[in-house]
């Protein structure tokens, strides 16, 4: 890949991150089950402006690792442009989920997952760190969050 644009700084790569979050469905969702076998899968997702929101059944790998592991690895993009997110998760049963949290995401996604299957569950994904680049030139400054909170 030949870099034709110069790096971005910190807080444009924030404000790239936020906008994607707010606009972007489908984030990938890495997990792990207790034995370190690895699950990836896209779910849609809405951003309330602190944490992602998710849902998923319980019963699957994703939704049983989110539920044990209580962490997961976000991603959005592709090679070019990516924003890795590292969070800690809570879990809320379909009818437990705070009321904002499920109204963002059935406008969001047009998909109600409480009128679809008892075993749906609603997953509160809170960033612990973000990285976000765009070529090996903007790998240097890629951290814009640790330990929860913003560095820019």
Not at 8 to 36: C, F, H, M, Y
Not at 124 to 138: D, N
Request: with cysteine; net charge neutral; aromatic share 8%.
């Amino acid at each position: 890949m030949k870099i034709t644009e110069p790096s971005r700084g910190p807080e444009q790569r924030k404000q790239d991150v936020l906008g994607r979050l707010t606009r972007e469905s489908d984030i990938w969702v890495a997990t792990a089950d207790e034995g370190g076998l690895p699950c990836l899968v896209a779910l849609w997702f809405a951003w309330d402006g602190e944490s992602v929101w998710m849902s998923t059944r319980v019963t699957n790998p994703t939704g049983r690792n989110l539920c044990d592991g209580g962490r997961t690895r976000l991603a959005l993009g592709d090679t070019r442009d990516v924003v890795l997110i590292d969070g800690e998760v809570d879990a809320f049963t379909a009818q437990g989920a705070p009321a904002a949290a499920v109204d963002a995401f059935v406008a969001k996604t047009g998909w109600d997952p409480r009128r679809d299957n008892s075993s749906y569950a609603f997953f509160r994904v809170r960033p612990r760190g973000v990285q976000a680049w765009r070529g090996v030139h903007e790998l240097p400054e890629r951290h814009l969050m640790r330990d929860g909170v913003w560095a820019v």
